[in-house]
């Protein structure tokens, strides 16, 4: 049951553009021997993507802004997120 449900999800995602052939790849790197893999992936990827918003956000609250700082955080988040 638990497999359908996130069989139907995943192909909710992937038709609403929300996940690509690059998580099917990652997905397929997975085995026996890494079953948690996947998820040790996109949860680094949250994690990140959460460091890296919060320090976008703090960097333009500011008066004076960084826009260099910013430029290096975007390049960052975007690199992480690349498809």
Known sequence: MAATQ????????????????????????????????????VTLFCEDGERIIGELARLLERPSVDFDRVDAFVHQLKGSSAR
């Not at 069989?7 to 021997?33: R, V």
């Open 6 to 41: 996130l069989a139907a999800l995943l192909n909710s995602m992937f038709s609403a553009g929300l996940l690509n052939d690059q998580f099917q790849q990652l997905k397929e790197l997975e085995d026996p021997s890494t079953p948690e893999f996947l998820s040790e992936v």
